[in-house]
């Protein structure tokens, strides 16, 4: 397994494809949202792939703000979900937001029935449960 952890520039057609499609897959057709995927952020942010044999398996992204790091996201394609990619994942994302950005906070907006997932790497929450897309969400902070 591999982490690979790229700028836009940095990524082919190719990767971008399949990272998009993996997004509006997970996101949109799997979780109904009505939003738009794609935005502003994936012009400036780290785009992180776990890889096996050039195979996307997981994909989060990490976004630099001025008082903290923020990351998101976060998935695990649907045919190697129930492997523990997603621990995975999130613990390769927290390593490298700390190797490249030591000392900052990490803040994320999780999906509420994730709450317990995130207090496994240390997170605690800063809010209350809200609606963010339609979906149950909640702020967090490591």
Same mark, same amino acid.
């Given at each position: 397994m591999e982490l690979k952890v790229k700028k836009l520039q940095e990524l082919s057609s190719e990767e971008i494809l399949t990272i998009i499609e993996a997004r509006i897959n997970t996101f949109i057709v799997e979780q109904d949202g009505h939003y738009n995927d794609v935005d502003q952020h994936d012009r400036t942010c780290l785009h992180v792939s776990l890889e096996e044999d050039g195979q996307l398996k997981a994909y989060s992204r990490i976004i630099e703000e001025p008082d903290c790091i923020?990351?998101?996201?976060?998935?695990?394609?649907? +045919?190697? #979900? =129930? /492997?523990?990619?997603? #621990? =995975?994942?999130?613990?390769?994302? %927290?390593?490298?937001?700390?190797?490249? !950005?030591?000392?900052?906070? %990490?803040? %994320?907006? @999780? /999906? @509420? !029935?994730? =709450? +317990?997932? !995130?207090?496994s790497f240390g997170f605690t929450a800063t809010s209350d449960v809200y609606n963010h897309h339609e979906i149950p969400h909640i702020d967090m902070e490591l």
């Open positions: 923020r990351f998101g996201r976060v998935l695990v394609l649907k +045919e190697f #979900r =129930k /492997q523990k990619l997603g #621990r =995975k994942l999130v613990g390769l994302t %927290i390593e490298e937001i700390q190797k490249r !950005y030591p000392g900052k906070t %990490i803040k %994320i907006i @999780a /999906q @509420a !029935y994730l =709450k +317990e997932f !995130y207090e």
